[in-house]
């Protein structure tokens, strides 16, 4: 029998008192590496996502589609945090770990008990990541940090939209996401650095400021030039000129010939070589002043054909010009299914939890591969085997349960 190939963080250990999204996905970056995450969670109701636009047959086990994506291969612990017991317990537990994830309000830890220079105490090596809307410091330190706000006071939503719409947020909660690839990102560095010198450290993430990595390029264009990106549509901006989305006989397609050369292949593909020699567009500064009429030609052009067919020409053309999809129609593309990239569940009656499917790992490893291997857990589904794995009795387990604080 072939052994299973050793994972990234196999044999590390991570206590996450992770709720929602960003903290959670990072966490699961991990899980899915091999680390042993124990998400802890509240004994009443848990962490609120699992209560996130529940659907009937989710219902009883408090199990949201998005709580199922989120928490793939961990375990569950419940723990009251707020009381002495449960802050014991936890300290305990920090005693052989290698990461505390927390993304509570800034404080909240530390008010516990629990914060890095307390933590660092029971265990040297630790690594102790807090994960907020706006960091550690700073005026707004403790301000609670939704996406949704992010992308506002980012300046991501004054980049989005139209004139005519005014600034609109993204349709996924994308900083969220972000957050959780840059949060276990920084937490793998730490731990190579530990590797190295033994040391543990803090990590302070911040969503702003990820928000604020994701447009780089108009970060600096904004603290050079103090100038503000202007509200385009699906246009990259007015230098690049044929960047846009286009209506077709059926659907829409996504142009994006951003250089001369990939313009000069694009042209020649719709068969309208005549447009660049037009007097109105055969210079860049004359395409840029007359961007309405050229989008306006190309429109006609496109309106010929379904935006399939564009899409099949572009690829054997070169053109990088694809069909606009919904994200029903995107799971299910033929590149999607060659990679096997969607991870599903049978039904698991005995948890009354139904079929369901969920994106797996974008990156692919040769020797240690990433994989998902377990459901999300239920709430609290190994709180008794990890308080025994801490040495407890069934009837101290069963005490703490009395009290609540389990």
């Known amino acids: 029998m072939t052994a299973a190939p050793k994972q990234l963080f196999a044999g590390v250990k991570i206590l996450a008192v992770a709720r929602v999204v ?43 589609r ?43 830890m ?26 550690q410091t700073g005026p707004k330190a403790k301000d609670p940090g939704i996406d949704d706000a992010i992308q506002a006071v980012s300046g991501l939503m004054s980049m989005t939209g139209t004139p005519e719409t005014g600034p609109l947020k993204t349709g996924s909660t994308i900083v969220d996401y972000s957050t959780g690839y840059a949060t276990a990102f920084a937490i793998a560095g730490a731990l190579f650095h530990r590797a190295q010198t033994g040391e543990g450290q803090a990590i302070d993430m911040s969503m702003m400021e990820v928000a604020m990595t ?3 390029g108009e970060v600096i264009r904004a603290v050079t030039n103090a100038e503000q990106p202007p509200l385009s549509g699906n246009a990259s901006s007015r230098s690049r000129y044929v960047s846009n989305s286009f209506r077709c006989k059926e659907g829409f397609v996504m142009v994006a010939a951003r250089s001369a050369n990939l313009r000069g292949r694009f042209f020649k593909s719709i068969d309208r070589e005549d447009i660049p020699k037009d007097p109105r567009f055969n210079t860049d500064k004359l395409a840029r002043q007359n961007i309405n009429e050229l989008n306006a030609e190309i429109q006609k052009t496109l309106l010929t054909r ?9 690829a054997r053309d070169g053109v990088p010009g694809l069909q606009i999809l919904s994200l029903l129609e995107a799971i299910e593309h033929p590149q999607v299914v060659a990679r096997n990239f969607i991870k599903r569940f049978d039904a698991d009656p005995t948890a009354g939890i139904p079929a369901y499917g969920m994106p797996g790992a974008a990156y692919r490893l040769s020797e240690t591969p990433p994989a998902i291997t ?3 857990p239920m709430l609290g589904e190994h709180t008794e085997q990890l308080l025994s794995e801490l040495g407890l009795s069934k009837e101290e387990i069963a005490a703490l349960r ?5």
């Open 22 to 64: 960003a903290a959670p996905f990072a966490a699961m970056q991990l899980a899915m590496n091999g680390a042993d995450v124990i998400t802890i969670e509240n004994p009443e109701d848990g962490d609120s996502q699992r209560h996130s636009e529940v659907r009937d047959e989710f219902l009883k086990p408090l199990m949201s």
């Open 66 to 108: 998005a709580f199922l994506t989120l928490n793939a291969n961990k375990r569950s612990l419940t723990l009251a945090l707020n009381t002495p017991e449960g802050q014991a317990i936890f300290k305990k537990l920090v005693k052989d770990a290698d990461v505390v994830m927390e993304n509570l309000r800034t404080g909240t």
């Open 110 to 135: 530390a008010r516990y008990g629990l914060g890095y220079e307390e933590l660092k105490k029971v265990n040297p090596r630790i690594i102790f990541c807090s994960v907020t809307g706006f960091g």
């Open 214 to 216: 994701l447009m780089s």
């Open 306 to 314: 379904t935006a399939r067919e564009w899409d099949e020409k572009f």
């Open 374 to 376: 377990k459901r999300a």
């Open 402 to 406: 009395v009290k609540k604080i389990v």
